[in-house]
């Protein structure tokens, strides 16, 4: 088969570059494929369940007893007083504070059937500093205030109490 491929190369040249070609990739892929082991390197068959483990024993100052002793301390004395607390969220930047929540009015829609406003509004809670998204529109409430009015550009919470002013949230304040 060989014979039938060479058959056609009469240049001498080319039968000699093939077969340097093929030599060197032969002796390319030993060096890549195969591995090399010399005399010097021995390889352990030796399972690791059958190996004996030789603990030892670390030696550690005085000085650095003491030390990890004081902050295992510290430790057990603060998680027995319980002041171990997560930090809690900052409150969102601007907004008015309209009874337990801060409120920001991020934008104003207005439906294309109905042309009736509805104000996208950012809530956090004061206390657990949740926020949410929410949608109102004139006549929901929210945190005991009723949206009294939708504005282009604000949307005005009145107190179900009624005690206090009417309070105005503009978009983006």
Do not use: C
Request: aromatic content about 6%.
């Amino acid at each position: 088969m060989l014979n039938s491929w060479f058959a056609g190369i009469s240049d001498r040249r080319v039968i000699g570059l093939l077969v340097i070609t093929i030599l060197l990739a032969a002796v390319d892929f030993t060096q890549r494929v195969l591995p090399a082991v010399d005399e010097s390197t021995t390889m352990s068959t030796q399972s690791a369940s059958d190996m004996v483990f030789a603990g030892t024993d670390h030696v550690v100052s005085k000085r650095v007893q003491d030390w990890l002793a004081s902050l295992a301390a510290i430790e057990t004395s603060e998680n027995a007083a319980g002041s171990v607390e997560a930090p809690q969220t900052e409150l969102l930047q601007g907004g008015i504070d309209i009874g337990k929540k801060r409120v920001r009015v991020r934008a104003i829609l207005i439906a294309n059937a109905t042309q009736q406003r509805i104000a996208l509004i950012e809530s956090q809670d004061r206390e657990q500093r949740d926020v949410e998204f929410i949608e109102l529109r004139q006549g929901d409430a929210l945190a005991g205030y009723t949206v009294t009015a939708v504005a282009v550009d604000s949307v005005e919470f009145t107190a179900n109490s009624g005690n206090e002013a009417p309070v105005r949230v503009k978009v983006f304040e």
